[in-house]
C-alpha cells in the first residue's frame, strides 16, 4: 500500500504488515525512536503519507513495572504526538492496544464500551495512549487485540514449541481465558481498516479484534503440541501459582462484534492461523 507509513519494523505486527503492504514505509526505532514523541510526529510530517500505522510499542509487560517512564513515554506520548500530527494533517490513524486495559474480573466478553481498570504499569500506559488519540481530534482507529502469535520474534508459541520438544511434562496456566490471535489477521484487519478509513472520514472508533474460540493458556498450548506433533504432558495450575512482576487479567475475552459490523471483519480462527505458522517455521519462510 504505497504512501502509507507504519512505525515498527521488527515486531510481530510490523513484520506480518511488511508482508502483507511491501509498498508501505516501515520506521525502524534507528529512523524514529518513539521515546521521542516529537521526533515521531516530525518523521510524520517528513514522509508526507496517506495514513499511518502504529505497530511499535513497549510491549513487555514484566519489565514495564520498572521501567514505567519509558512505557509511558513509548505507549502514551509517541502515540499521542503521532495522532495530533496526523489530526493536523488530516490523515487517518490507526493504532493496536490490548485486553489488559481490563482488570479481568467476570467471565463474559467484554464490549469495547465495558468500564477499563488496568492490573499493570502496561495496560496503564496503553489505556492512557487510547485515551489521547482520541483526544487528539483527527480520524482515528484503536484496534484492541490478544495473546498475539506469529512466526517471528518472541512469543508463547515460539516458547511452546522449544519447551514441548525438551520436557516430557509442563506446567501451564489454565485459569486466564482469552482470545490468541495471529499477528498475519491482525494485520490483514489492520490494512482493511485503513483503506476503508480513507474511502470513508466518517469511520473509525474503538474495536476489539481476537481469535476465536476463547481458551487458557493451557489449552492454547495443548492445540500447539497437538498441531506440532509434540506429546508432553501439560497440567494445568492456576495464576496464583506462577507469580509474575506484573498481575495479569484472567477474564481477557473480548467482544469482537462491532468490528464485523463496521468493517465486516470476523473473528479469525486462531487454530488454522496457528497451522499457517506451524508450516511457515517448517519450511523456514
Ligand atoms: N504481543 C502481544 O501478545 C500483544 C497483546 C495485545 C496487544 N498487543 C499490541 O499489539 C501491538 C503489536 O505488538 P507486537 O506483538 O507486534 O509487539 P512486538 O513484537 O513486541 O514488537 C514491538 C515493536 O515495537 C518496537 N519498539 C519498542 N520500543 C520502541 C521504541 N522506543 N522506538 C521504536 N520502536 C520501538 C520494537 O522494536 P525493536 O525490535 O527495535 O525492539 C518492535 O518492533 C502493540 O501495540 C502491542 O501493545 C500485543
Known amino acids: 500500500m504505497r504512501g502509507l507509513l507504519v512505525f515498527g519494523r521488527t515486531g510481530q505486527l510490523?513484520?506480518?504488515?511488511?508482508?502483507?503492504?511491501?509498498?508501505?514505509?516501515?520506521?525502524?526505532?534507528?529512523?524514529a525512536?518513539?521515546?521521542?514523541?516529537?521526533?515521531?510526529?516530525?518523521?510524520?510530517?517528513?514522509?508526507?503519507?496517506?495514513?499511518?500505522?502504529?505497530?511499535?510499542?513497549?510491549?513487555?509487560?514484566?519489565?514495564?513495572?520498572?521501567?514505567?517512564?519509558?512505557?509511558?513515554?513509548?505507549?502514551?506520548e509517541a502515540p499521542a504526538a503521532m495522532a495530533r500530527a496526523c489530526a493536523a494533517s488530516g490523515l487517518p490513524f490507526l493504532h493496536?492496544?490490548?485486553?489488559?486495559?481490563?482488570?479481568?474480573?467476570?467471565?463474559t466478553p467484554r464490549s469495547e464500551d465495558a468500564p477499563t481498570a488496568p492490573l499493570g504499569v502496561y495496560g496503564a500506559t496503553k489505556l492512557a495512549g487510547e485515551r489521547a488519540i482520541a483526544?487528539?481530534?483527527?480520524?482515528?482507529?484503536?484496534?484492541?487485540?490478544?495473546?498475539?502469535?506469529?512466526?517471528?520474534?518472541?512469543?508463547?508459541?515460539?516458547?511452546?514449541?522449544?519447551?514441548?520438544?525438551?520436557?516430557?511434562?509442563?506446567?501451564?496456566?489454565?485459569?486466564?481465558?482469552?482470545?490468541?490471535?495471529?499477528a498475519r489477521d491482525i494485520a490483514a484487519a489492520a490494512l482493511a481498516m485503513i483503506r476503508a478509513m480513507l474511502d470513508d472520514p466518517a469511520?473509525?472508533?474503538?474495536?476489539?479484534?481476537?481469535?476465536?474460540?476463547?481458551?487458557?493458556?493451557?489449552?492454547?498450548?495443548?492445540?500447539?503440541?497437538?498441531?506440532?506433533?509434540l506429546t508432553p504432558e501439560v497440567s494445568g495450575i492456576p495464576t496464583a501459582e506462577y507469580p509474575t512482576p506484573a498481575r495479569r487479567p484472567l477474564n481477557s475475552r473480548l467482544d469482537c462484534t462491532r468490528i464485523g459490523t463496521d468493517f465486516g471483519i470476523p473473528r479469525p480462527d486462531w487454530r488454522k492461523g496457528l497451522a499457517e505458522i506451524l508450516k511457515d517455521l517448517e519450511t523456514g519462510q
Not at 521521542?36 to 500505522?53: L, M, T
Not at 512466526?151 to 485459569?175: C, P, Q, S
Open 14 to 31: 510490523a513484520t506480518e504488515l511488511m508482508s502483507l503492504a511491501p509498498d508501505a514505509t516501515f520506521l525502524g526505532r534507528d529512523m
Open 33 to 76: 525512536d518513539l521515546n521521542d514523541p516529537e521526533g515521531c510526529a516530525r518523521a510524520i510530517r517528513d514522509a508526507a503519507p496517506c495514513a499511518v500505522i502504529n505497530a511499535a510499542a513497549h510491549t513487555a509487560v514484566d519489565r514495564a513495572e520498572a521501567e514505567r517512564d519509558a512505557a509511558h513515554r513509548i505507549n502514551t
Open 96 to 107: 493496536v492496544s490490548t485486553d489488559y486495559v481490563f482488570d479481568g474480573s467476570g467471565r
Open 135 to 182: 483526544d487528539a481530534g483527527g480520524q482515528w482507529a484503536v484496534m484492541r487485540t490478544s495473546w498475539v502469535f506469529s512466526a517471528h520474534g518472541t512469543n508463547f508459541v515460539k516458547t511452546m514449541l522449544r519447551l514441548g520438544a525438551e520436557r516430557d511434562r509442563l506446567t501451564i496456566v489454565d485459569d486466564q481465558i482469552g482470545g490468541p490471535t495471529p
Open 203 to 229: 469511520k473509525g472508533g474503538l474495536y476489539h479484534f481476537a481469535g476465536a474460540p476463547d481458551t487458557s493458556w493451557a489449552g492454547f498450548a495443548r492445540e500447539i503440541f497437538a498441531q506440532a506433533g
